[in-house]
């Protein structure tokens, strides 16, 4: 039980503390270098994993998903910082928490 709550509660901070650097960095600098310099954090934490991973079987249909949702993942991270820079943290991942409904109920 208190391993339940202590792993729940590192969640929810590891979760939601980030949004409030990204905030600040959004208000700093702009959405779209604050999504570039998120998007090249988290290449480079992964790519010390990339030689314990085994290649996916590359097909023209999986390439081009690939590069589709790649496009549309960047699209939603910029909208999704957009408002960061206008407003209260609090109200915009009150709306950001709806896309978790929206990626289930599709």
Known sequence: MTLTLVLGLACAV???LPDVWLA??????????TVFGS???GILALAPAAPFVDLPHWTLRGVLLAIALGIV???AMLFGERPLA????????VIAAVSGIAAAGG
Do not use: E, K, N
Request: glycine share 12%.
């Open 24 to 33: 600040q960095a959004t208000r700093s600098v702009g959405p779209f270098p």
């Open 39 to 41: 998007v090249l954090v």
């Open 14 to 16: 590891s979760w939601g």
């Open 86 to 93: 206008r407003q209260l943290v609090g109200v915009c991942l």
């Open 73 to 75: 993942s960047v699209a």
